[in-house]
């Protein structure tokens, strides 16, 4: 039971002034603009504008600054801003494989078509802090190549040209996919549910099921057939015009791995996949995803079901949205006054029947030890 409170708004309005002051810090410091955050914590805004479910840089970066780093508070105020706009329509399904891409790899085959590129990444740094950033912080301009405009064809489309992959069957009406942001989760869930659901979750939490399903939770062993980041055109139909036009282009981070499946009664064994795909350059979120999005699969695909958590549809999907995370495990700071005391009197009172019942106890042995 909660309690109203009197007499806290002084209270408040000091709290945020305070707030806003942190925020600011130091008045000698010069102010963070918005563009610095874009370009220069652009791995932060790609998350805030994944988990807010909006594809916005600038808006991103200025809930970054509002929350004072805090990026689940920025993905709140994001997702509250999110519900405020008007919806015009729904978009065509993004052709990544006509994506421009800066980084590109595929971890089952050294060769492919259209080339690795290794792009930018930390896989190969050495992990040491560079004091050189904290002096000058100058980059020297990288060589610039040629653009290429080689086809980059997806790399598990070499294997299901064999009849090794499981084929992915596409809607025929987009209408049929519901859409998370305005609708109830319900359960069972469909695998476009499911993905939406791991799209704009947590990534620590997502991550942390991906990294189980690696130690055995879930008998799922998975390799990345390929991982590419890059550009995207986002096209709209618009009825009048009886085609669709491009409104505009994102980046998006696409992570396909490749897992054995033994088969069953009417499948033969083959490859499967787990798929993961996120707003901005976000390769640690779309592998874990990819490997949740498998480990759900096991259903469909008629495999045993070992009670790991990553196979678990509703402890998955129930949890990993650290927005209504953040507002169970917060909410109990606020007032719980009347819950509290009504435990506190229990608390009494059972102690005090239990002194009574000890009194009458060692009344009893004293009264057999006189005897």
Wanted: net charge negative; hydrophobic share 40%.
């Amino acid at each position: 039971m909660y309690v109203a409170v009197k007499g806290g708004e002084k209270a408040i309005d000091n709290a945020h002034r305070w707030l806003a002051e942190l925020r600011r810090g130091d008045q000698a410091v010069a102010e963070l603009e918005l563009d610095q955050i874009v370009e220069q914590l652009s791995l932060s805004v790609a998350r805030v504008m994944a988990e807010g479910s909006l594809f916005d840089p600038r808006l991103a970066a200025l809930a970054i600054k509002q929350a004072r780093g805090d990026l689940i508070e920025a993905i709140f105020l994001v997702r509250a801003f999110r519900t405020t706009l008007p919806r015009f329509g729904g978009t065509s399904p993004v052709n990544t494989g006509a994506m421009i891409c800066s980084r590109r790899i595929s971890a089952t085959f050294k060769d492919i078509p259209g080339g690795q590129i290794l792009g930018p990444t930390f896989d190969y740094t050495h992990r040491l802090l560079d004091f050189d950033l904290a002096e000058t912080g100058q980059v020297p301009a990288a060589e610039q190549g040629a653009d290429d405009a080689t086809a980059k064809p997806h790399v598990l489309g070499l294997i299901g040209r064999e009849g090794l992959m499981q084929a992915e069957h596409a809607t025929s009406n987009d209408d049929a996919i519901p859409d998370l942001t305005r609708e109830p989760l319900t359960y069972p869930a469909d695998r476009a549910v499911r993905l939406q659901a791991l799209a704009r979750g947590d990534e620590g939490f997502i991550l942390g099921l991906g990294y189980s399903t690696q130690r055995g939770y879930a008998r799922n062993h998975a390799f990345v057939g390929e991982l590419r980041i890059g550009l995207v055109e986002v096209e709209m139909d618009i009825p009048e015009l009886g085609f669709a036009i491009t409104i505009g282009e994102i980046e998006i981070t696409e992570c396909e791995t490749v897992n054995q499946f033994q088969g069953s009664k009417t499948e033969p064994a083959q490859f499967t996949r787990g798929y993961g795909l996120v707003f901005g350059q976000q390769e640690r979120k779309s592998i874990a995803m990819a490997l949740v999005d498998r480990a759900l699969r096991w259903r469909e695909l008629g495999e045993d079901y070992v009670g790991a958590p990553a196979q678990n549809e509703e402890f998955v999907l129930s949890h990993c949205d650290n927005i209504q995370a953040t507002g169970f495990v917060e909410h109990i700071k606020l007032p719980h006054y009347v819950d509290f005391q009504s435990e506190l009197e229990l608390i009494r009172r059972i102690r005090a029947q239990a002194g009574i019942q000890a009194d009458l106890e060692n009344g009893h042995d004293m009264k057999g030890a006189a005897e």
